[in-house]
């Protein structure tokens, strides 16, 4: 039973316009997600994060929405550039433990 | 730069040999965690160890052994490596569960 999921195996954008990336779970107690980013052959980097308090987090171009009532959350990346060309993973910590569950990713590619 | 570790970066072993991933980080944190990464499937936790001392399965523990063998290191085991094995494998490590991971650049690993 996939707790996080990511439809969407890839997208891609044009330069300049928004990305978005979509993000479900089923798991109603995960009160924190993650977004990480991935370049080949590097490891996944931390990109952005919300606590289930909040409906909305930003930094610089990149915003993420959480609808709890869904159970979905949304990562908005404005305006996209080529270098955000990368897998993205969406994670939540499985509730009590030290373990984040990870999506199976979206490649995003931006193109010039 | 402060970070994790990992050793080898690319490794091929045939079918029935026996090999060890290192991970090391110095940045303190009390958890560390190996991921295999597959297409399709995302990050999938192998084992973790929550603080020092301390060792769990994740998802797919089947086939391998891991150790902490202080704060800073935690190594991975293949004692009969199979092809079902093929994968890329992450090391990652975390101060609290909020603060998301920090993860090695990776372990190309091919069994053949």
């Known amino acids: 039973d996939q707790q996080v999921k990511q439809n969407s195996p890839s997208l891609s954008v044009q330069e300049g316009r928004i990305s978005i990336l979509n993000c479900d779970y089923t798991n109603s107690m995960f009160d924190y997600f993650l977004w990480y980013k991935k370049y080949p052959a590097e490891g996944p980097t931390f990109l952005i994060s919300i606590s289930s308090i909040k409906d909305k987090n930003e930094d610089g171009r990149f915003t993420v929405f959480l609808n709890k009532s869904a159970k979905h959350l949304s990562l908005h990346i404005v305006p996209s550039q080529p270098g955000d060309s990368a897998v993205y993973f969406c994670?939540?910590?499985?509730?009590?433990?030290?373990?984040?569950?990870f999506g199976t990713g979206t490649r995003l590619k931006v193109l010039a | 730069n402060a970070g994790v570790t990992q050793t080898p970066k690319f490794q091929v072993l045939k079918t029935g040999q026996s090999m060890t991933l290192q991970c090391a980080q110095d940045m303190n944190h009390n958890s560390m965690y190996w991921y295999r990464q597959d297409p399709g499937m995302g990050l999938r936790l192998i084992y973790y160890?929550?603080?020092?001392?301390?060792?769990d399965k994740g998802e797919v523990p089947n086939g391998y052994n891991v150790s902490r063998l202080n704060k800073r290191e935690f190594s991975l085991r293949l004692e009969s490596a199979a092809p079902s094995q093929t994968s890329v494998y992450f090391c990652a490590s975390s101060l609290t569960v909020t603060k998301g991971y920090t993860f090695g650049s990776g372990t190309r690993l091919t069994v053949v």
């Open positions: 994670a939540a910590p499985e509730t009590g433990t030290y373990k984040y569950i």
């Open positions: 160890s929550a603080s020092e001392g301390t060792t």
